[in-house]
């Protein structure tokens, strides 16, 4: 080969080398952040790029232990996004929605696997006692702690809401079962009893906050008062009601349990039956350009559409309301303004999942 011609190959390699290096930051900010924390290759997370997105996380880790809600830690930090989180370790509490505290956790826990660094494991023993601090007397979890105070502040209900509870119950559940994604940080046998106690208290609080109607258990709202345990107002359009969407993580956390006492096989069936009652066949949602020339939802009729369920049925009445900002229950879809319409998910097909899986969880049952 010519010389001019191997200055040519080794200038192209050069420039794809220095291509990939410049990409690869934007590559990864691409992605979201549950993904980096807990999808990336096992040995990525002992890199260079996973220590500098490490101290992202180890700086915004509030000094109670948890973290803030939607941060994409993964991202480089602004001089003023550091000068945030430094300002505000010791203010404000921290929260479980959107999958926080429990995201980041999982995330420590891969960084000490591969590094062996002190400093996150102790990072992740102050965010697993942040979920036994946080843990009220009856099992239940609030979405933020310390919980916050004021007539209009929901943040303090025990809540299912996005599946808030059950992630963290889950997690615990992986603690004290000795998931091996937590085996490196070799936890004490004393923090993984503490972890099975606070994880059994939770499904205390489960069955006991179940919405019970004439006798019989059904599901559960998105969020209940901490202290009355009854189905509780969040945001203006969330009022208290039957849940289509947070019973079904709820149930599928039940049904994943060894050995299930009399209560959470009751507890399962009946929310199963009042799933299966309050499907909705018939209808599908469709996009179309409004009037005004937006994007738009309405519902349409359709024999062959897949099964829906409401996310919120009536206390009272049993059936799926709707509601605009400002709490007004609505009982047809078309009847909400465009921006609640089209900006939150009314109907589900969650539940589906569930009935497919309960058929097979009643032949272990009767099998064990």
Same mark, same amino acid.
């Given at each position: 080969?010519?010389?001019?011609?191997?200055?040519?190959?080794?200038?192209c390699?050069?420039?794809?080398?220095?291509?990939?290096?410049?990409?690869?930051p934007s590559?990864?900010s691409?992605?979201?952040?549950?993904?980096v924390?807990?999808?990336?290759?096992? =040995?990525?997370?002992?890199?260079?790029?996973?220590k500098?997105?490490a101290?992202?996380?180890?700086?915004?880790?509030?000094?109670i232990g948890g973290? %803030?809600k939607?941060?994409?830690?993964h991202?480089?930090?602004?001089e003023? %996004?550091?000068?945030?989180?430094l300002?505000?370790?010791?203010?404000?509490g921290?929260?479980?929605d959107?999958?926080?505290?429990?995201t980041?956790?999982?995330f420590l826990?891969?960084?000490?696997?591969?590094?062996k660094e002190?400093?996150?494991?102790?990072?992740?023993?102050?965010?697993?006692?942040y979920?036994?601090?946080?843990?009220?007397?009856?099992g239940?979890?609030?979405?933020f702690?310390p919980v916050?105070?004021g007539?209009t502040?929901?943040?303090?209900?025990?809540?299912?809401?996005?599946n808030a509870?059950?992630?963290?119950?889950r997690?615990?559940?992986?603690?004290?079962?000795?998931?091996?994604a937590f085996?490196a940080?070799?936890l004490? !046998?004393e923090?993984k009893?503490k972890?099975?106690?606070?994880?059994?208290?939770?499904?205390?609080c489960?069955l006991?906050t179940?919405?019970?109607v004439k006798?019989k258990p059904?599901v559960?709202?998105?969020?209940h008062?901490?202290?009355?345990?009854?189905?509780?107002?969040?945001?203006s359009?969330?009022l208290?009601?039957?849940?289509?969407?947070?019973?079904?993580g709820?149930?599928?956390?039940?049904?994943e349990?060894?050995?299930p006492?009399? =209560?959470?096989i009751?507890?399962?069936?009946?929310?199963?039956?009042?799933?299966e009652?309050h !499907?909705?066949?018939?209808i599908?949602?469709?996009?179309?350009?409004?009037?005004?020339g937006?994007?738009?939802?309405e519902?349409?009729?359709?024999?062959?559409?897949?099964?829906?369920?409401?996310?919120?049925?009536?206390l009272?009445?049993g059936?799926?309301y709707?509601?605009?900002?400002?709490?007004?229950k609505?009982?047809?879809?078309? =009847?909400?303004?465009?921006n609640?319409?089209?900006?939150?998910?009314?109907?589900?097909?969650?539940?589906e999942k569930?009935?497919?899986?309960?058929?097979?969880?009643?032949?272990?049952?009767? %099998?064990?």
């Amino acid at each position: 080969m010519k010389i001019g011609t191997l200055i040519t190959v080794f200038a192209c390699v050069l420039t794809t080398n220095m291509t990939f290096a410049q990409e690869k930051p934007s590559d990864l900010s691409s992605k979201s952040w549950p993904f980096v924390a807990t999808k990336m290759p096992a =040995e990525w997370y002992g890199s260079a790029e996973a220590k500098s997105v490490a101290e992202n996380v180890l700086m915004a880790q509030k000094e109670i232990g948890g973290w %803030e809600k939607n941060k994409p830690y993964h991202h480089a930090f602004t001089e003023s %996004e550091k000068s945030h989180y430094l300002e505000t370790k010791n203010e404000v509490g921290a929260t479980f929605d959107n999958g926080s505290t429990i995201t980041e956790l999982k995330f420590l826990a891969r960084m000490y696997a591969q590094t062996k660094e002190a400093n996150y494991k102790l990072a992740f023993e102050k965010g697993l006692n942040y979920i036994f601090i946080s843990q009220y007397g009856n099992g239940g979890w609030p979405q933020f702690f310390p919980v916050r105070k004021g007539s209009t502040s929901y943040s303090g209900h025990i809540t299912y809401n996005d599946n808030a509870m059950v992630n963290t119950m889950r997690f615990l559940k992986e603690i004290y079962s000795d998931d091996k994604a937590f085996s490196a940080l070799d936890l004490k !046998k004393e923090v993984k009893v503490k972890a099975q106690r606070a994880f059994d208290k939770g499904v205390d609080c489960i069955l006991k906050t179940q919405i019970v109607v004439k006798g019989k258990p059904t599901v559960w709202c998105a969020q209940h008062d901490e202290v009355t345990l009854a189905p509780a107002n969040a945001r203006s359009y969330e009022l208290a009601s039957f849940s289509g969407a947070e019973s079904v993580g709820i149930v599928l956390l039940l049904m994943e349990l060894n050995h299930p006492s009399k =209560e959470i096989i009751a507890s399962v069936e009946g929310a199963v039956k009042w799933i299966e009652t309050h !499907k909705i066949e018939g209808i599908r949602l469709k996009s179309f350009v409004n009037s005004d020339g937006l994007k738009d939802l309405e519902v349409v009729k359709d024999e062959s559409a897949p099964s829906l369920w409401a996310r919120f049925y009536d206390l009272e009445t049993g059936k799926p309301y709707f509601c605009d900002r400002d709490g007004i229950k609505k009982e047809t879809f078309a =009847e909400m303004g465009h921006n609640r319409r089209n900006g939150y998910d009314w109907y589900i097909e969650a539940p589906e999942k569930l009935l497919k899986k309960h058929p097979e969880w009643k032949k272990n049952l009767a %099998e064990n």
